[in-house]
Structure formats: structure tokens, C-alpha cells
């Protein structure tokens, strides 16, 4: 009938541009030599600069020693999140692994995949695991000097040993002096033991030597 018309209606989709700092965020990272039981962090910040809203989440391709925070979230318009994914290496040896940004919104740029690798190593202990005292006069004393090292390798070079804690289990043996330390790699430092026998007989005790080699 008379009076119908076409009107012509028309628009542009906008993807979302979602972009990193430092810029090179998702050339990934290598978190390099990290000890064992201990974190390190790696953060970037990725923001949003278009008119379009950004729903995110972030998912790991394997199950390895690295979480992430956030692992979901919504990127509003203009504005700004600091993403910060951590390493944590249970063994000794290199780890590799993949970090994967996604997104539900159609109009999301694509998956974005985050390359990460760190290798986990050890300090070393390296000490007497059985001493022998001279024999030694009631009321009197005998000292052994006991010396732990931190034994060096390539792959430790630069990790700290530290010992906690050095405590006797028998009434008769006792630590002289401090017992605790950090020992570099290559370093070896020296405790002393003392044997103070009350009582006429062969003797027997443990000293127990607390350390964060993750062997012992």
C-alpha cells in the first residue's frame, strides 16, 4: 500500500583492542632459576582502550608449578588490570608452560597465549653424617667442629643453603655457639659439638641439622 517505505539501517561492529604493558607481555616470560618451595612473580598490566567491553579469563594449557591472578574477570571500558602469575617449583629441573587468555565475547581479537618457562633448583648439604669423639673424662669436655657445605653445581650457582636450626637429641652432646646460618654455594661454615659425658660408658646421640635442601 501506499505509504511503506525502507529505511536502511547500518552499523559497525567493534572489537574489543585490548592491549599489554610492557608490550612484549605476550612474548611471555622466563622466570629463570627460582629455588625450590620458593615464589617469584611476574606481572603485566592489560588494558582496554575502545568503547567495548571485555569479558576475560585465564587458564592454564597443563597443570604445572604456575597460578594466576585474576583468572577471570570483565575489562570495562577504559580501563586497566594488573595480571600477576607466579612460579613455584616443587623439583629440581625446567618447567615449561603455556597461559592462555580467552574471552566469550564474540567480538574478542582471538585467544591470546602466554609462553612461560623457569627451572627449579636446589641448595646442597654436604656434612659429616657420623662423628666420633675422643674419649673424654667425666666433668670434662671434647669439641668437634663440624662443617657444612653448600656444594656447588652449574645450576646452583648464586643458591643460598640455610640451616635453621642444629639441636642435639642427648643431654651429653650440645651446640657451642650459633646454630643457624646461610651458606653460599661453593661455602662451607663450621658448628661446634661438644661432649660432655656425665656418666662412665660408650655414649649415643643425634644432632639433627634443619636446613631448606629439599633432600634432607
Known amino acids: 500500500p501506499d505509504g511503506n517505505f525502507v529505511v536502511n539501517v547500518f552499523?559497525?561492529?567493534?572489537?574489543?583492542?585490548v592491549s599489554f604493558e610492557p608490550a612484549d607481555a605476550t612474548e611471555g616470560y622466563d622466570f629463570g632459576k627460582v629455588q625450590v618451595c620458593h615464589t617469584v612473580e611476574w606481572s603485566f598490566v592489560m588494558k582496554n582502550a575502545t568503547s567495548a567491553t571485555a569479558d576475560f579469563d585465564y587458564s592454564f594449557?597443563?597443570?604445572?608449578?604456575?597460578a594466576v591472578l585474576p583468572t577471570s574477570g570483565t575489562l570495562g571500558i577504559g580501563s586497566e588490570a594488573t595480571v600477576t602469575v607466579t612460579f613455584h617449583?616443587?623439583?629440581v629441573g625446567a618447567t615449561d608452560g603455556t597461559l592462555v587468555l580467552s574471552s566469550s565475547n564474540p567480538d574478542f581479537t582471538g585467544d591470546v597465549v602466554f609462553?612461560?618457562?623457569?627451572?627449579?633448583?636446589?641448595?646442597?648439604?654436604d656434612t659429616d653424617t657420623e662423628v666420633e669423639f675422643p674419649d673424654t673424662p667425666v666433668r670434662g669436655h671434647s669439641?668437634?667442629?663440624?662443617?657444612?657445605?653448600?656444594?656447588?653445581?652449574?645450576?646452583t650457582t648464586g643458591i643460598v643453603l640455610t640451616i635453621t636450626n642444629i639441636s642435639s637429641g642427648a643431654t651429653d652432646f650440645t651446640i657451642v655457639g650459633p646454630?643457624?646460618?646461610t651458606i653460599a654455594t661453593g661455602e662451607t661454615k663450621t658448628f661446634t659439638i661438644r661432649f660432655a659425658p656425665s656418666t662412665v660408658g660408650t655414649i649415643s646421640g643425634v644432632v639433627t641439622v634443619y636446613s631448606d635442601d629439599p633432600d634432607t
Open 115 to 125: 609462553d612461560l618457562s623457569g627451572y627449579g633448583v636446589a641448595p646442597d648439604i
Open 61 to 66: 594449557a597443563t597443570s604445572l608449578p604456575f
Open 143 to 155: 669439641d668437634y667442629s663440624l662443617e657444612i657445605a653448600n656444594v656447588a653445581t652449574s645450576a
Open 179 to 181: 646454630t643457624s646460618a
Open 11 to 17: 552499523g559497525t561492529a567493534k572489537k574489543s583492542l
Open 89 to 91: 617449583p616443587t623439583a
